[in-house]
Structure formats: C-alpha cells, structure tokens
C-alpha cells in the first residue's frame, strides 16, 4: 500500500476487530431489505404476482433495516475513527451492537409474524389499528431496543470525546470568537454536533415509545398531530445525522487522497454550529400537509430545512471541489466512490430542498420524488461513501492492494445499476405516481414499467455488490487474524 | 426533589389526557336526519324536509320536565343571540320526545322560553311511533323513572346542514360559546377545522380556539423541546468530567 489512512485505528485491536465483525456482518445483513427492495419493485412491475399480500411488510421492514443497519454502519466507521484521537470502550461498543442485532431481529419478526406493516416510521394511529396485540408490542420494544443501544454508545463517544476536550472546544467557539486554542479536527466538531442531536432524537423517541405503551395500556386516546410531530422529530434527524457522521468521517479522509487535510476554521465552525442550533426544526417539512399546524410553524420548517442542507452540504460541496481541483488526486477506487457519493448526496439534497419548497410539496408530496431523493443522498450518498471507506479499511488491514479492473469494470457496474433503479423513482415522480402504492392502476401504468426497469437495474447492482462483498470480506477475515 | 417535579408533570399529563371528548358522538356525524314527520304550530312536514330549507340546529326537551329542559333551553337562547346579531340564517328546533307532548304543551313552553326571533325558533312534536327512529339515529338515549314519571336524558344540540346532513352532536349542559360557535358556523357550510377544543382528548401541542381562530399553546410542546434542553444539561455533565493528566493545556 502507499498510504495508510487508518493505521492508529487499526493498532486498536479490540475496536479494531469490533468494528471488522460489524462491517462483515452488515454487508450480509444488507442483503436482507436490497431483496425486499427488489421484490417490492417487482410487485409494482407485475413481475410477482404470488407475494403483493407482503407489500407493506417488504416496505416497513425495509425501511427500518436499511436505517438500521446504515447508521450503525455510521456509527461504527466514526468510532473506529475517532479512535486515532479518542479511547472509546471497547465493552461498551460491543454492548451496543450486540443490543442492535437483537433490536433488528425483533423488528423483522413484529413485521413479518407480528404483522406490523406500518411503514417504517409508524406513523400514529397505524401500530393502534394494525398487526397483533404480541407484534404491536414486539414493534415498539425493538425500536427500544435499538434506541439504547444507540444511546448507550453515543454517551460513550462523548464520554470519550470528553475525557480529551472541553464542549467549547469541540464546537470550534475559539476559531468563532478568534481567539486562540488549541486545534480541533473537524471530525470531532462534527461528531459531537451529531452526537448531540442523535441523543436528542432518542429521548424523543423514549417519549413517543411511552405515549403508545399509555394508550396500549390504557383508554387514553393521543394527540393524533402531536404523534406525528414526536415521530418524525425523531425519524427525520435520526436520518439527516445519520448523513453527518459519515460526513464528520468523511472531513477527515477525503483530502489524504490528496495528500492534503481539511483544517477546521472559522467557517466551518460556524456552519456546523448554526446546523445544530436549527436541525431539530427542519422536520417541520414533514408536516406541509397537516393545514392544521400553526402556519408559522411551516414557514420555519422551510427556512431551518434551507438552512440545514445548504450550510452544510454547501459547504462540504465547494471544500471537495476547491480541494480536488488544487492537489493532485490519488483516484482510486475508494477516493473515486467517495467522490461520487458526495455528488449524489448534493443531488440528493438539492432534490430534497426542491420538495422542502412549500408550493412544490403541494405537488410532489408522496409521489416517487421522495424515495428519489432520499435514496440518492441516503443509498448513494451515505451508505456508499461508508462502502467506499469499507474499502480503504479493507485493503489496510489486509494489506492487499485493489485490482485495476475494480475502477474501470466494478465501478461503472455498481453505478450503473444504482442510477437505473434512482432514475426510474425520480421519473415516477415527475408524473406524480404516489409513493407506497402496491400496484399502480391503469391511469398511472407508467408506473408499473418504471418499477419493472427499476427492478432490472437493481440486477445490475447487486451483480456487482455480491463481488464487491466478497473482495470486502475476504481482507477483513485476513484482516481480523492479524 | 426532581424526581418529585417529574412525577407531578406526568400525573399531570395523566390527568389532562383522560378523554372527555366521546367517540361516540362521532358515529352518528355525517348521514342525513331521519325523515321522521313532525307537527309544529301550524304546519306538518317531514323533518327532513324542513332541515333542508335551511340550516337547523335542533335540541330535544319535553314540557313537563322538572330537570334539565328550562335552564339549558333558556341559556342556548342567550347563547345564540349572538349568533343572531351575527345575522346568521339558522333555524332552532326544538321537538319533544315526550310521548305524552301535544302541540298546546309545546306552545306553552315556546311562550316560557320566549326566543327574540320568534319566527325562527320552532316548537313541535315528533309522530309518536317515530321517536324511537329519531332518538336512534343521534345516539339519543332516555329512561322513565318510574316514581316521578320523569324523563331521564342528556341535552343535546344536533347542527343540521341546509342537505339535512347532521354536522355536529354536541351533548353537555355547559356548551361552550366556541362549541355553539362551531355549530351554528358549520351548519352554513363554512370551513370549521374539527381539530380539539380547550378541552383536550390528550397530550397535544396547541388549542386552538375557532371563535377567534387563535392557537394557544399547550402541554405537547413542552414534550416536543424538553428532551433538547434536557440533553444540554446531559452533555454539560458528559464534558465536565475530569479531562486525562497532560491533554488538558
Ligand atoms: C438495493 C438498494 C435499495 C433498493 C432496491 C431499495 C428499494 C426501495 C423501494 C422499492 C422502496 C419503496 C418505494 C415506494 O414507496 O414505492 C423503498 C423505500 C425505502 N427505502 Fe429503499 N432501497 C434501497 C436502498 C435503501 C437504503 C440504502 C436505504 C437507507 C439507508 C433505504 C431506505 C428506504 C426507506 C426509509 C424507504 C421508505 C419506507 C417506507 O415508505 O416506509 N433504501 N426502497
Ligand atoms: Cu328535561
């Protein structure tokens, strides 16, 4: 290898090998809902005809392991590189992921046995009326579950962060101020921002959790809106920071392709300081629909969903390309991913703010515009900006090298395949076929040959994923006995 | 001490959640009144027929009733000449449910309850064998004490649209003047968000108060931001532990 990016985290045998059985196990467990991905795109394209009764259960189940699995993924890359600066437990990390596995185990069994086809976000009063009285409680409890093992180990990183620096320092208030201090990588600032909205999400979560077990328990009817504005407080910045961990990882082992570093500054302290001063209002987008919400509440929720994704991902976009176009690219397949998968996250987001947009979302709210775009920054943004670190980690404790045939024939395959299947979404939403429909009727039978060439691509893709797999796995397991 | 404070907030919480809106009153919403026939001072006609003339609000009383009857009718007379300095285009009705009620009787309690708009407040009776059609269809129900020979039974306004669609049951003595509100706007095919009084089913964010179109906001919010600045106080405690010998400059 020429470079080591990773070889203080590496040193770390405990997280070391934590981190190598979660990657493992997560590109296997990814399989799980890509299949149920596929199949519901089949099921729209009248390829199945025998499986549309397990639609809604493809799609919660689906959804909920994709997140799932992707920020834990997240999770785990940022803990293994924070390692080069802090000391995470290592007994704590493996408490986390164990309560994980556990967490996701019990989901697809409330889905799939306990009937809780909800969609993923549960939104109140589905679980009330839907799956039975044993998956009801399953379902919760596993998002739970889930829930603790998040926070459990987001405490841990702050605790770890913490042991180190001063909550000043991590947020970059003396390049703000302009005073002097002592320097902090931009990867620690972003950390904590999203750590601290991650906790944040949780505890909400706990609140939503313990307003269903009330009414479970008990005749209390809720709030109907109030249930909506709880779940997707939740589920929206659970998802947005998901993107900013990879982010905060991404801020510090993009520019060793260039031999460079993105120093922290006055700016970028700025940008991740005002993200977490609006990112807990940005979700009011969710709610354009609900008229019943006070207008001024949309009016914020349009401005703090600008003001989130553009700072940030603004930001981020011209670093990248003010930085590769002054130093001299190492692209290889890594680097070359990575760069892809900051594209797709901008046009992710631009697709997002442009739905975000209030006369907009009166049209496009729930077509296919929303999978679009939340699978472009989501899928070929976040999640493939974690493979293309997989990668690098990969070939560093392995210390076998990429093939050349990886850049020129693995690259176009995995693209190709991912931009047929997003594609074939954003056209759906251009003709304004709904979102979460079975099958589409005749009026809307574009629908059906989108999903069929949508369901066509994702061939291609997982073509090239099971190789790519296969190379990830095989370094890791020669990785892990070293 | 804080555990103390939580507990209260939640009993709090509790308490405020125990529902007094009834789902049952939402059953009977939406259908047209049954066209049951009813006589008034000088005229016969299907009940139905005279909602769809104009926009209704009908109550159930009896004549003889030593109870509820007088003081509620009395007061949704007050309460609804607002409405009428409003100029709004309602009709009241009040029908007996009293078997034993004849067209003198009710004149006679028309004349006790003495509305100002004498032409669009109306007293009658329902056809004897239908009172029991009528009663069903808006989830009225009564009982005969037999020492008294009294009725027993809730008040009840029921909202009529001019399609002699019923719009709104409200069932409580102590209407409020944004219930009535809601009624006698409703009833005329305005726009009404059917969202929560003051009174709350639950938890929830805001009220809102149709008669000024105002929202207020409530206990929910507290639920939606708590957890924010409960995580400032988390972090402050994570980030005041005792740094490592030698990192600290
Ligand atoms: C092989 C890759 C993938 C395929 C084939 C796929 C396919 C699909 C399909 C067909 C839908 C339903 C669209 C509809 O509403 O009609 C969907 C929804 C969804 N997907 Fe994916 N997806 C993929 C990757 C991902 C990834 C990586 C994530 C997140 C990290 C993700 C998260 C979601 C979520 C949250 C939903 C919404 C579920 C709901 O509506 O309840 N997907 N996906
Ligand atoms: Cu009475």
């Not at chain 1, 949780?202 to 709880?230: G, T």
């Not at chain 1, 003709?431 to 291609?460: D, W």
């Not at chain 2, 003198?104 to 009776?125: D, K, L, V």
């Not at chain 2, 706007?185 to 059917?194: L, N, Q, R």
Request: one cysteine or more; aromatic letters at 14%.
């Amino acid at each position: 290898m020429e470079q080591t990016f990773f070889s203080e985290p590496i040193q770390n045998k405990g997280i070391r090998n934590t981190t190598l059985v979660w990657f493992s196990l997560s590109l296997v467990l990814f399989l799980v809902p890509a299949a149920f991905g596929f199949l519901m795109r089949s099921i729209q394209g009248n390829l199945l005809q025998d499986s549309h009764h397990l639609f809604y259960h493809f799609l919660t189940s689906h959804g909920l392991l994709m997140v799932g699995i992707w920020f834990t993924s997240a999770m785990a890359l940022l803990t293994f590189s924070l390692s080069k600066y802090v000391k995470p437990r290592v007994g704590m990390y493996i408490v986390s992921l164990s309560l994980i596995v556990v967490g996701a185990l019990m989901s697809l069994w409330a889905v799939f046995i306990g009937d809780m086809a909800t969609g993923w976000y549960f939104l109140y009063p589905l679980p009330m009326r839907i799956g039975t009285a044993t998956g009801r409680i399953v379902f919760l409890s596993s998002i739970g579950v889930l829930g603790v093992g998040w926070l459990l180990w987001s405490i841990d990183l702050l605790l770890a962060i913490a042991k180190k620096y001063t909550l000043p320092e991590t947020l970059g208030w003396h390049y703000i101020f302009g005073e002097s201090g002592r320097e902090v990588p931009p990867i620690i600032m972003i950390a904590v921002v999203s750590l601290i909205a991650i906790i944040v999400c949780i505890l909400i979560a706990v609140i939503l959790l313990l307003l269903y077990l009330l009414e479970i328990a008990s005749s209390v009817v809720n709030d109907a809106l109030l249930m909506k504005n709880l779940v997707f407080v939740f589920g929206h910045t659970v998802a947005n920071m998901n993107l900013y961990l990879v982010i905060a990882v991404f801020y510090e082992y993009f520019p060793k392709f260039g031999g460079g570093e993105f120093k922290n500054g006055r700016m970028l302290a700025i940008v991740w300081n005002s993200v977490l001063g609006i990112v807990l209002f940005a979700y009011f987008h969710h709610l354009y629909m609900d008229f019943i919400q006070p207008t001024v509440v949309q009016y914020i929720g349009q401005f703090a969903s600008y003001g989130a994704g553009v700072a940030a991902a603004t930001f981020t976009i011209f670093s990248v390309l003010a930085f590769v176009s002054t130093h001299k690219m190492n692209w290889n397949f890594s680097s070359l991913l990575l760069f892809i998968s900051v594209a797709m996250w901008t046009i992710g987001g631009v697709a997002a703010l442009i739905d975000a947009t209030i006369p907009v979302n009166f049209k496009m709210h729930n077509t296919l515009w929303v999978p679009a775009h939340f699978h472009t920054y989501y899928f070929t943004g976040a999640a493939t900006m974690i493979l293309s670190f997989m990668w690098t980690i990969a070939c560093e404790v392995s210390g076998a090298g990429e093939q050349p045939w990886m850049k020129k024939f693995l690259l176009p395959l995995l693209l190709a395949g991912a931009s047929g299947f997003l594609l074939m979404f954003y056209f759906g939403g251009l003709h304004s076929i709904p979102r979460r429909y079975e099958v589409y009727p005749v009026e809307l039978s574009e629908g059906t040959a989108y999903a069929k060439a949508a369901a066509y691509s994702i061939l291609l893709f997982f073509a090239g994923y099971i190789v790519f797999m296969g190379m990830v796995l095989k370094r890791f397991l020669r990785g892990m006995k070293t | 001490m804080k555990a103390a404070t939580l507990s209260a907030v939640l009993i709090f919480f509790l308490a405020a959640s125990v529902s007094a809106q009834t789902d049952e009153e939402k059953k009977f919403l939406y259908r047209e009144v049954p066209d049951v026939s009813i006589q008034l001072l000088n005229r016969r006609a299907s009940l139905l027929a005279f909602c769809k003339e104009e926009p209704t609000i009908i109550s159930l009383a009896y004549s003889r009733c030593a109870g509820i009857c007088y003081p509620f009718l009395l007061t949704l007379r007050d309460n609804l000449a607002e409405a009428e300095k409003e100029e709004k285009k309602f009709r009241v009705l009040i029908i007996s449910f009293d078997e034993k009620d004849t067209q003198e009787n009710m004149q006679t309690m028309a004349g006790a309850i003495h509305p100002q708009n004498t032409s669009r407040w109306f007293f009658g009776t329902i056809e004897r064998s239908q009172i029991k059609t009528f009663t069903q269809a808006v989830g009225f129900t009564f009982t005969l004490d037999s020492l008294s020979g009294q009725l027993n039974h809730p008040p009840i306004v029921i909202g009529v649209n001019g399609d002699g669609t019923i719009v709104r049951i409200v069932k409580k003595f102590d209407i409020s003047n944004n219930e009535l509100w809601q009624v006698y706007h409703e009833i005329e095919d305005e726009f009404v968000p059917f969202y929560k009084e003051n009174i709350a089913t639950s938890i929830s964010c805001f009220t809102y108060d149709s008669r000024k179109g105002k929202f207020i906001v409530s206990w929910g919010m507290l639920l939606l931001y708590t957890p924010a600045i409960l995580v400032a106080i988390l972090v402050w405690r994570i980030f005041s532990i005792k740094k490592i010998a030698g990192v600290q400059k």
